[in-house]
């Protein structure tokens, strides 16, 4: 079974604060992504990476940054919380197409998520 | 930039009975990927079905089927004999075809609720 493994269920931090949320994947996916849920918005993109040490911004990356030093983990970091960033961070993964003729799962895999409360 | 649009926040639907749950999207790619995704209570986004824009016949999972219309751009969920279980959040989401850096991610809608009514 493929897994995607986000390090914390629900988590509560103060404004100002410095917050990781980490995600770890065993499928050997190039690809990996952190996206943001909130109701009514769906989820929006706010950094993926297809490489380590690889990063390209999403839709609304103001506010976050991004680490990947391993190829199964993805970390997402919060410079300095604010309340505006509470909501639902979702990770995922999967394989990146070298060629459109190569047949590869093109779903993603998703972790649980992340609560994330800044008080 | 490739969008996607579900215009029905709420859907409800008897148990046992069948549903629809609508999907248009935005592209100038010919070549693409389209995905239902659904996200129970529990929070855990499990795909439904997948779809690949070359084909034309319309991809079918037991009880989940699509209708897919290229032309149209829309790509339709039908849930038959839905059950309990069903209840849940479904995401409508695209991914393009071509391995070109950036066309990996998926871009969603903003979900439609659907509650199963016992």
Partial sequence: ?119 | AQTVTQSQPEMSVQEAETVTLSCTYDTSESDYYLFWYKQPPSRQMILVIRQEAYKQQNATENRFSVNFQKAAKSFSLKISDSQLGDAAMYFCAYRGHISNFGNEKLTFGTGTRLTIIP
């Fill in chain 1, 1 to 119: 079974d493929v897994k995607v493994t986000q390090s914390s269920r629900y988590l509560v931090k103060r404004t100002g604060e410095k917050v990781f949320l980490e995600c770890v994947q065993d499928m050997d996916h190039e690809n990996m992504f952190w996206y943001r849920q909130d109701p009514g918005l769906g989820l929006r993109l706010i950094y993926f990476s297809y490489d380590v040490k690889m990063k390209e911004k999403g839709d609304i990356p103001e506010g976050y940054s991004v680490s990947r030093e391993k190829k199964e983990r993805f970390s997402l970091i919060l410079e300095s919380a604010s309340t505006n960033q509470t909501s639902m961070y979702l990770c995922a993964s999967s394989f990146l197409r070298r060629s459109p003729a190569v047949s590869v799962n093109t779903e993603a895999f998703f972790g649980q998520g992340t609560r994330l409360t800044v008080v």
